[in-house]
C-alpha cells in the first residue's frame, strides 16, 4: 500500500484548504486512516481518523468543529477539509494508514509522504 498525500499550500488565517491522501492497492474494511501533523521543532501529532468501512470520526481537541474527515471509497482517497485556519495549524501534514482505533503514530504502518500547509497571520 501507498500513500500519496496533496493539496497543502499557504493560506491566510481564516481560509481553508482541502488535503487528498491517495492510496494506492486494496484497502481492507477493517483499516483506520488517519492525519497527523507536524509542526517545526515539534513531534508528530494526531489530528483525525476515519474507519474505511463506517462513518466513525475522531479529532484532536485543537481542530474539533474546524476540520473534517471523510472517504471516497471508490476513488481510494481520505479527505480532511480544514475550515477556520490559525497560524498554530501549520506544519506538514500527513496521512497513514493502520489497523487500530488509536491516536499514537507508532499503531500506524504506512505513511504518505506529507504535505506542507502554512498559515500566514
Known amino acids: 500500500v501507498q500513500l500519496q498525500a496533496y493539496g497543502g499550500g499557504l493560506v491566510q488565517a481564516g481560509g481553508s484548504l482541502r488535503l487528498s491522501c491517495a492510496a494506492s492497492?486494496?484497502?481492507?474494511?477493517?483499516?483506520?486512516m488517519a492525519w497527523f501533523r507536524q509542526a517545526p521543532g515539534k513531534e508528530r501529532e494526531f489530528v483525525a481518523l476515519?474507519?474505511?468501512?463506517?462513518?466513525?470520526?475522531l479529532y484532536a481537541g485543537s481542530v474539533q468543529g474546524r476540520f473534517t474527515i471523510s472517504r471516497d471509497k471508490a476513488e481510494n482517497t481520505v479527505y480532511l477539509q480544514m475550515n477556520s485556519l490559525k497560524p498554530d495549524d501549520t506544519g506538514v501534514y500527513y496521512c497513514a494508514r493502520g489497523s487500530q482505533w488509536a491516536t499514537q503514530r507508532d499503531e500506524y504502518v504506512y505513511w504518505g509522504q506529507g504535505t506542507q500547509v502554512t498559515v500566514s497571520s
Open positions: 476515519t474507519r474505511w468501512s463506517r462513518d466513525s470520526t
Open positions: 492497492g486494496r484497502i481492507f474494511s477493517s483499516a483506520v
